[in-house]
């Protein structure tokens, strides 16, 4: 089975440490997520891209969080500086504009102390 | 936006009984409709989806049923198995083929009892 690959799995940071996620898409998949699940929140989405292009980033906190997609076989997640309530699962997820749904990648458990 | 609503947030039964975990949704546009399974410490996983041109879909044990009018779908589970157990997220999407963004329930913790 194909599928999306995210690093690191865990990580753990002190606050204000910058944290990068990193997410590969699966081939051929031109639309990319990024969702963060807490208990609280559940899943929400933080930013999408198609074809590379951002398409919306209205979840993300702009003030540290960024996201790209340097080429179609990488897309990163960026916290800086982080904070204690940034701990959360954050999932990548990429699907094909005729494919049925998404495939999330496992998830980066982050925890910020 | 599209505002989803899941209900139980929480579902026990008995092997081999049924569970039914009802969605509503907010935006007419809604057409396509995906149900995820997430086991303890992995990955949300696709299990059925339903677009909004049917109004039924099965999958052995799985179905889903949507009713546009009233803005409702369903997910029913069949002769429930241990390994059933896991929460269970709706979701809404506008997207057609486009595959827009995905619009989530706050999912629903099933427990199945042996």
Redesign the interface.
Known sequence: DARVTQTPRHKVTEMGQEVTMRCQPILGHNTVFWYRQTMMQGLELLAYFRNRAPLDDSGMPKDRFSAEMPDATLATLKIQPSEPRDSAVYFCASGKRTSHGYTFGSGTRLTVV | GENVEQHPSTLSVQEGDSAVIKCTYSDSASNYF?W?KQELG?????II?IRSNVGEKKDQRIAVTLNKTAKHFSLHITETQPEDSAVY?CAASDGG???G??Y????TQLTVWP
């Open positions: 995906p995820y992995k990955r949300p996983q696709l989806d997220f083929s486009t595959l963004r995905l989530f329930g706050r999912g």
